[in-house]
């Protein structure tokens, strides 16, 4: 016995071979359907293994023996002759790891991006590597954002110097919503109007962003923010523009809001004086000596 069901699948026996426990198993459906037409098959034409990695057991890696059959397709208008059959519930087609592990490897690469994800997933005795990470959460589609209250607009940079793109945040949930590909106004204007409902948004001095938020959200409030910068991580499940960076794990910094900002009292304001410092009194020391040396 197994501690974890194989839909679809009777399980033949176990074997440990180092630290991977080897299921074997075969399918039990009476029939298969065609992919392409639909349409029922029962004769079988050949059968053979397919190995997928599944989630782990404990310390243990866990790996399925498969054995499936290929059936013949007797419909005549049907192109295929031949097909696998399929396990949707348990293994999709020519997939190498079962459904319920993607979907791990999901979970895990959108809370940590791909490089911490296979990380997080070593330790949990989950072999993959940072780009299966990123590969399978570019192959999921993102769920729709609510449009936020509070928008932060900030830029960051795919090629220091050269390359800058923008990024969104909703400031209200302090969570990042979408990446745009470049910094021009007109980008940033048309996401505005295609996403309504922006009452307030923070950016910094650039014209760029001053003229897309004026165009693209002519009602809403813009902050001009002067705050410290705040470190914020960007989780690859946000949309990203297509090219833009080659993981999804874009550290960034974005600048805290404050609708309220005032300026500090004068008297708490912190000022640096020229000949002032432990360097300058060491300095001026030095001086005086070197003064007192060429008058002996």
Request: include cysteine; charge should be positive; hydrophobic fraction near 35%.
């Amino acid at each position: 016995m197994i501690p974890f069901p194989l839909p679809g699948c009777v399980v033949t026996g176990t074997v440990q071979i180092d630290k991977t426990l080897v299921v074997d198993a075969h399918t039990t459906a009476v029939i298969g359907f065609c992919p392409t037409c639909q349409h029922h098959a029962t004769r079988v034409h050949s059968r053979y293994l397919r190995t997928p990695r599944d989630l782990p057991v404990l310390t243990q890696h866990v790996q399925l023996r498969l054995l499936v059959r290929r059936f013949f397709c007797d419909q005549p208008a049907c192109p295929r002759r031949t097909f696998a059959e399929g396990l949707p519930e348990l293994l999709p087609r020519k997939a190498q790891r079962t459904t319920r592990l993607t979907a791990t490897l999901h979970d895990i690469g959108a809370e940590v991006g791909g490089t911490g994800g296979a990380a997080l997933a070593g330790r949990l005795r989950i072999r993959t590597s940072p780009d299966t990470i990123v590969r399978i959460l570019r192959c999921h589609a993102c769920a729709p954002l609510p449009t936020p209250r509070v928008l932060g607009v900030d830029d960051f940079a795919l090629q220091k110097g050269r390359v800058y793109g923008t990024i969104l945040v909703d400031i209200e949930r302090a969570a990042p919503i979408d990446l745009l590909p470049d910094r021009r106004p007109e980008t940033l204007a048309a996401w505005l109007q295609d996403h309504p409902g922006v009452d307030i948004i923070t950016r910094d001095r650039s014209t760029e962003f001053t003229r897309g938020a004026t165009d693209g959200a002519p009602a809403a409030i813009q902050v001009a923010d002067r705050g410290t910068c705040s470190p914020i991580c960007v989780r690859p499940s946000s949309a990203c523009c297509s090219g833009a960076c080659r993981t999804l794990h874009v550290g960034l910094r974005l600048r805290s809001l404050t609708t309220n900002h005032q300026a500090p009292p004068e008297s708490s304001r912190s000022v640096v004086r020229h000949g002032s410092g432990p360097r300058a009194k060491r300095g001026a020391s030095s001086g005086r000596v070197a003064s007192k040396r060429s008058r002996s």
